[in-house]
């Protein structure tokens, strides 16, 4: 598996000719497999974390935008372990990095060698140096922000790639979504079976027996979905996580490299404490995936629902999913920018706090103290 091939699982470019580079001046400096590979990685944008774990657990540590490779001594080649699941796993196939091949573990421990997966094994976790690349505001390396109408990526798209390095759990929450708004339909199915039933004659014998069936057919429906409501939110709070680490890895690798004249255009300390924005955008996207998600599909379904009674209900729901989607275009027009226009002025405020705190005897002086309130107001 070369570099090139490594790095399109991850999503990203590196040139043939820079992964040759980086591949052969690994092997002239280092002997050992894993070595050379995080040599070569660290050459090509990439950063590869060598672990020593038993391959059972070391396997668990794989995702899409981390694989996990080890180094098959069988067919003297890395084995790239794309996905982690309770019975098999998925590698990437050789020469192919978009098409997986599923194995089991025990398979997997045959290929490596070892007699058994409690075997402890050497293994490398592959990141990209610049885990956040795709939500940054500057233009992607390679591209001339001068030749371009827009310097900077849209707050829409960088949203869109935030999504995107999570499809995954996104898919996964968006099927719990679904099953949560079709169980939902069971309180107002069982509300017209109740209701049908006294109508009926609710005080005989076979009716009782009826509700009573209603009654527990409810309960184990509205139990599932407290369980699957739990689903999606551990789910969720799983995406929030990545979220901050991958934010975190990025501003961590982007800091020490800023350029020294930067600082004299900016204020640096006061620059960095917008990264806490970070949480805005984990708390906005949990928001989004599960009351937003859940709210669409519920009201599709329930209008859906509602329409098979009668063609006139079916008009209602027309209009008012009309109505629904002209509100939110009429109120949510410059919302974007009157957000971005807020956290600015924020983090203003809290930068004047901390000059205030920096010089704390300075504003003590005559003046000092009422100068402090009305720049912060």
């Known amino acids: 598996m070369t570099l090139v091939q490594m790095a399109a699982i991850l999503g990203s470019d590196v040139e043939p000719e820079r992964a040759r580079l980086a591949i052969q001046h690994a092997t002239q400096v280092q002997s050992d497999p894993l070595a050379q590979l995080s040599a070569s990685a660290a050459g ?10 038993p391959l059972s657990e070391a396997v668990w540590q794989a995702h899409a935008d981390s694989p996990v490779v080890i180094w098959s001594t069988v067919e003297n080649r890395w084995l790239v372990i794309t996905y982690a699941g309770w019975f098999n796993l998925r590698l990437a196939d050789g020469e192919h990095p978009t098409h997986r091949v599923t194995i089991t573990r025990q398979a997997l421990a045959h290929l490596v060698g070892v007699e ?3 075997a402890v094994v050497e293994a490398g976790i592959v990141r990209l140096d610049r885990a956040a690349q795709a939500m940054s505001g500057a233009p992607p390396p390679g591209h001339d922000a001068q030749s371009h109408d827009h310097a900077t990526v849209s707050p829409a798209r960088r949203f869109i790639a935030l999504l995107l390095a999570e499809k995954q759990e996104i898919r996964t929450l968006l099927m719990f979504s679904v099953i949560s708004a079709l169980l939902y339909l069971a309180v107002p199915l069982a509300v017209d079976a109740i209701v049908s039933n006294l109508a009926f004659g609710g ?12 009654s527990l057919a409810l309960f184990a429906c509205l139990g599932l979905q407290a369980v ?10 799983m995406i929030q996580r990545r979220i901050f680490v991958r934010a975190a890895s990025d501003l961590a690798y982007r800091l020490p490299r800023v350029k020294a004249q930067v600082h004299d255009e900016v204020h640096a300390p006061e620059m960095v404490n917008r990264f806490l924005d970070v949480v805005t955008a984990q708390k906005s996207t949990a928001l989004l995936l599960l009351d ?19 063609p006139l209900l079916l008009l209602f729901a027309a209009v008012l999913l009309l109505l629904i989607i002209v509100s939110l275009w009429l109120l949510g027009r410059g919302a974007v920018d009157t957000s971005i226009e807020e956290s600015r002025m924020k983090y203003d405020l809290v930068n004047w706090f901390e000059e205030v705190a920096h010089f704390p005897f300075l504003f003590k002086g005559p003046g000092g103290s009422r100068m402090a309130y009305e720049r912060a107001n």
Request: charged share 5%; no cysteine; aromatic share 12%.
């Open 292 to 310: 937003g998600v859940n709210l669409v599909f519920g009201g599709l379904i329930g209008m859906l629902l509602l329409s098979l009674y009668h």
């Open 203 to 214: 005080q005989s014998r076979p009716y009782l027996q009826a509700l009573v069936v209603v």
């Open 116 to 118: 058994s997966v409690h």
């Open 228 to 237: 699957v409501s739990g689903f999606q939110f551990y789910v969720s709070d």
């Open 44 to 53: 090509a944008g990439m950063q590869v974390s060598p672990v020593r774990l």
